[in-house]
């Protein structure tokens, strides 16, 4: 079978691969689509895991299941999280399933980038999930996705008079968005220096844009906010520099919410005085969990957000390279996914 294995950014080869035999409890699935992740094309992530198979967001139909699996079946169309908790460790008893250490360990084999995969029993079993007859596949690659943008309000504590800024207008972060109005915040704020998304993010329902290569983000929310500044900042980018201006952005008594990591080598330096006095609160969200996954099917299901809204640009396998890089030039664009007929 062909599989799409990453050794840089500018090197992503479709390699013939061994089609996965699966275990009595395990199901091999036939990738109908699948996204790309953002995280995929962070060059200090990448270095770190390279060579590997790409895709973790795939959708597909089941093709052969192990003597045992009863809950799925041949023909069943699918969305697979490449991970899934044991709900036994103190962590999934917290619901806070990515920390779990069987969630770490549990990987489609070899990838979702691949014309088949092995999803294991765990993942089977703790978050798999069928897709409605009413979406499509190119939908259920939206699913994992969604679902981490779920868990981002899942983290905050948003009510309906806040103001929320949000910082790089990717396609997270207009998830972002459209799970803010969904929800009923107040006023949004979304900031990005590439027009397109800029406009996107204005289409998409945010009360005021700020071209941040044109205008001062700080003095933009100051002027906005009459002075009290942002509850909520959801910082999307992983830069210092970003999460720096995003910290200046919050008012007191709110939170900043961190999306994407810096590398392990990058240190941010905070004020303790200015966060203690104003009560600000830094929360942090990594991935998702099956509770996500189900309310992110939900509200594609029940149309809060879906692939006609964010789904720009469909390669086909072979042109990976070109779909990777779409997602790094991260201009004219938002989600950017590989389909199979």
Request: some cysteine; proline content about 6%; glycine content about 8%.
């Given at each position: 079978m062909k599989?799409?294995?990453?050794?840089?950014?500018?090197?992503?080869?479709?390699?013939?691969?061994?089609?996965?035999?699966?275990?009595?409890?395990?199901?091999?699935?036939?990738?109908?689509?699948?996204?790309?992740?953002?995280?995929?094309?962070?060059?200090?992530?990448?270095?770190?895991?390279?060579?590997?198979?790409?895709?973790?967001?795939?959708?597909?139909?089941?093709?052969?299941?192990?003597?045992?699996?009863?809950?799925?079946?041949?023909?069943?169309?699918?969305?697979?999280?490449?991970?899934?908790?044991?709900?036994?460790?103190?962590?999934c008893k917290r619901n806070q399933y990515t920390l779990c250490p069987v969630w770490k360990a549990a990987h489609l084999d070899p990838?979702?980038?691949?014309?088949?995969?092995?999803?294991?029993?765990?993942?089977?079993?703790?978050?798999?999930?069928?897709?409605?007859?009413s979406l499509s596949f190119v939908d259920g690659a939206l699913i994992e996705p969604t679902a981490c943008a779920v868990k981002s309000f899942r983290t905050i504590t948003a009510r309906?008079?806040?103001?929320?800024?949000?910082?790089?207008?990717?396609?997270?972060?207009?998830?972002?968005?459209?799970?803010?109005?969904?929800?009923?915040?107040?006023?949004?704020?979304?900031?990005?220096?590439?027009?397109?998304?800029?406009?996107?993010?204005k289409g998409f329902g945010a009360d005021m844009i700020v071209d941040v290569s044109k205008e001062n983000l700080r003095e933009a929310t100051e002027e906005f906010t009459k002075g009290e500044m942002a509850d909520i900042v959801v910082i999307g980018p992983g830069s210092i520099s970003a999460m720096e201006t995003g910290l200046q952005c919050v008012g007191k008594g709110g939170a900043a919410l961190?999306?994407?990591?810096?590398?392990?080598?990058?240190?941010?330096?905070?004020?303790?005085?200015?966060l203690y006095f104003n009560e600000i609160d830094l929360k942090f969200t990594y991935s998702c969990g099956p509770d996500d996954t189900r309310e992110s099917l939900r509200l594609i299901?029940?149309?809060?957000?879906?692939?006609?809204?964010?789904?720009?640009?469909?390669?086909?396998?072979?042109?990976?390279?070109?779909a990777v890089d779409t997602t790094v030039a991260a201009q004219d664009s938002l989600k950017t996914l590989v389909v199979r007929h």
């Open positions: 599989a799409a294995k990453l050794y840089t950014l500018n090197n992503v080869q479709i390699e013939e691969l061994p089609t996965p035999t699966i275990s009595a409890d395990e199901a091999l699935i036939n990738m109908k689509a699948c996204g790309i992740c953002g995280s995929d094309t962070m060059p200090w992530y990448v270095k770190k895991k390279a060579p590997f198979v790409l895709g973790h967001e795939p959708a597909g139909v089941v093709a052969e299941v192990g003597k045992n699996v009863t809950a799925f079946a041949p023909g069943d169309r699918v969305f697979v999280h490449h991970h899934a908790p044991c709900f036994q460790c103190k962590f990838g979702g980038m691949a014309e088949y995969f092995r999803a294991p029993a765990i993942n089977l079993q703790r978050d798999t999930l069928k897709l409605p007859e309906t008079t806040d103001t929320m800024l949000i910082i790089g207008l990717g396609v997270m972060g207009q998830m972002h968005i459209l799970l803010a109005r969904h929800y009923g915040i107040g006023k949004i704020i979304a900031a990005d220096r590439v027009p397109y998304r800029l406009e996107k993010a961190f999306f994407t990591p810096s590398s392990d080598k990058e240190t941010l330096k905070i004020n303790p005085f200015d299901e029940k149309g809060a957000l879906n692939a006609d809204m964010l789904v720009t640009h469909r390669y086909n396998l072979n042109e990976i390279q070109a």
